[in-house]
């Protein structure tokens, strides 16, 4: 048998020198590898007498463990230095300010009224406002409502006081977007085809009503409009804004004292595993009310009803916004903590929004 001190100190000097683990590894194959010195000798033991095996025998393993322990040892030293070597070259400078952190989102009324917008912009409406605070003559007179009808008692509408004295009619909070159109046609004539989004406000308050909502009005006069270009403008509205193919819509004969005829507009929908699906399903869903511009508002607005028609329907878009997101309580819409928007898909304001799309 070769003589184990020297083989046994080249190896222990090969570890010492190894640089890398590579060079460790190539080092532990020669020794302890399936063909390596030790291993071949080690095999040898079967060969020899019992005598000479039970002298050599444990010397090898001797060898063997010494090895073993060695390059374990060897490769620690290694590691260690490897990492102090990066210690050594990469630091954070933990002074530097921190990134800030978007906690914002855009709420989603004003993400769904922008969606809107959007939407009809294409379709060739622009965008008209009026004021929340109203007369009685643009939120109802104006509008066919005659003095005995329900929604003008003092339940449903909110009445700001005049001073002591002042016998005139008191103004309102609008109970509706409604009377844009008066102030729109008066202002600009006709034809016109215009939307109306804006805050509305009534005695209300259980999951689907709230003091302060909102809607939005779609007024289009011109002297050959008909409701089948309502019932077009809607259909190509539903499908943009619900992202379907197909949608269908259902016309209900009602009644509105400002449209004659008038419709309630129902939307074709399925609500599979408490998920509601637009455009597939059994069900229907109100999403809206409107008809034909009754000549007397016409007439209110200063508008020929011999050569001027058209439709005029409202919205309501904090409804749009639950049914497109799923949001059950239209009460979570003006809480005051509104971190439950990202349970619901709302990110931070630095996500590109439409809403950064349509301020860019
Ligand atoms: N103003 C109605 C409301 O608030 C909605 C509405 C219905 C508006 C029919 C319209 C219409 O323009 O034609 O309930």
Redesign the pocket.
Known sequence: MPDLDTIRARYLAEIAEAADEAALEAVRVRALGRKGEVSLMMRELGRMSPEARREAGPRLNALRDEITAAIAARRAALADAALEARLRTEWLDVTLPARPMARGTIHPVSQVTEEVVAIWADLGFSVAEGPQIETDWYNFDALNIPPEHPARQEMDTFYLRRAAGDDRPPHVLR????PV?IRYMEAHGVPCRIIAPGR?YRCDYDQTHTPMFH?Y???AIDRDISMAHLKWVLEEFCRAFFEVEEVELRFRASH?P??EP?AEVDIRCSWKDGQLRIGEGEDWMEI????M?HPKVLAAAGVDAEIYQG?????GIDRLAMLKYGIPDLRAFFDSDLRWLRHYGFGPLDVPTLHAGLSA
């Open positions: 109970t509706h977007t409604s159109q509305v809607q009005e779609g007024l509105f400002f449209t008038s809206l009310g409107s008809g511009v439709f005029a329907f409202g919205m």
